[in-house]
């Protein structure tokens, strides 16, 4: 009898294991994505970067039916979300809205980075482009970009060009300016962008090339002279106010750009899922529009597309913050 339920323990546990399979495997084979995703931003609630992250998520989550929750990470100019998103499992579940500012322009910036803008992940597609403006105050006795630099010469050193802050896009987009115009402007640096604007409004600084939100309402209003836009063509947010480019300085591209990214290493056929569901979302009514009212246009292409945009902004940017010596504080 003992050898016989010995037996039967046995047979019993084989019946078992079969069982237990069964029970895991759907599980573990569940059809991606079967739980919510994050997409990290890294810059602060409320910022440019968050809105465009907060519409995207919301699309992507409708086209995939599961939840895409925002989940900003500000600190150390984009630095700190994008470590966070390097780091995070290259399963799908973790995303970051990546920006010029965190994916081109700190590598220039910043010889040691915790986390490589290109190895460390893996390009999904592009979501938004936003221009800069070129604002100056009423009275500076300019009306297009070829004045300017014709004043700038005139003046070596004369003129300011103000930004949010030491190493910012706005930083970078007039030191741009400066190295094509081959024109001697003074930087000043503001507590954000928003600052800047006051600054030239009041007559503190001659001009900046910033975020469209804070100077656009001014520009409306009178208060501000809008000289240009930084994309290499005009935006649809502002069809009526040239390129920089177009104005008198040819070459100039200084517009920035919001994009999706996985970690390194995250499986092909995840990150074909999820490109295709971006395309579907970018391609929508409704989102087109929403991207519109944070002065951004809609913008599309491949992953690979995206990469090679990724290491074009780099060689570029590195090139100006060797040229100019900018410097991040």
């Not at 010995?6 to 895991?24: E, I, M, T």
């Not at 910036?109 to 999904?124: G, N, Q, T």
């Not at 507590?191 to 030239?200: F, L, M, R, Y």
């Not at 092909?268 to 971006?278: F, Q, V, W, Y």
Request: glycine residues 10%; proline residues 9%; charged residues 15%.
């Amino acid at each position: 009898m003992n050898r016989i339920d010995a037996k039967g323990g046995v047979v019993l546990c084989c019946l078992s294991l079969p069982a237990v399979l069964l029970v895991v495997m759907p599980a573990s084979a569940q059809p991606y994505p079967a739980k919510t995703i994050r997409m990290i931003v890294p810059s602060a609630p409320g910022s440019g970067p968050d809105l465009i992250a907060r519409v995207t998520a919301q699309k992507l989550g409708e086209q995939l039916g599961r939840p895409v929750v925002a989940d900003p990470r500000p600190g150390a100019g984009g630095s700190l979300g994008a470590e966070l998103a390097a780091k995070a499992p290259p399963d799908g579940y973790t995303l970051i809205m990546a920006s010029a500012g965190s994916h081109s322009v700190n590598p220039a910036l910043y010889p040691k980075l915790p986390y490589d803008a290109v190895k460390d992940f893996s390009p999904i597609g592009l979501v938004s482009t936003a221009p800069n403006i070129l604002i100056v105050h009423p009275s500076l006795p300019v009306k297009t970009v070829k004045d300017l630099i014709a004043l700038a010469k005139a003046k070596p050193g004369a003129l300011t060009f103000g930004s949010g802050g030491n190493g910012s896009t706005a930083h970078l987009s007039g030191e741009l300016f400066r190295v094509l115009a081959k024109v001697n402007m003074l930087h000043v640096p503001f507590k954000g962008a928003p600052s800047a604007v006051i600054g030239v409004m009041t007559g503190e600084i001659s001009l900046a090339i910033l975020n469209l939100p804070p100077a656009l309402p001014h520009v409306r209003s009178g208060k501000l002279k809008a000289l240009g836009v930084s994309t290499a063509k005009r935006s649809s947010a502002v069809p009526d106010i040239p390129s920089i480019a177009e104005a008198g300085l040819p070459g100039y591209d200084a517009g920035t750009w919001y994009g999706l990214l996985a970690p390194a290493g995250t499986p092909g056929d995840i990150i074909t899922r999820l490109s295709t569901e971006l395309m579907k979302a970018l391609r929508s009514d409704d989102m087109k529009k929403r991207i519109a009212v944070e002065g951004g246009d809609i913008a599309s292409g491949t992953p690979e597309d995206f990469a090679a945009l990724i290491k074009r902004d780099i060689a570029k940017w590195t090139q100006v913050v060797q040229v100019s010596g900018a410097k991040a504080d």
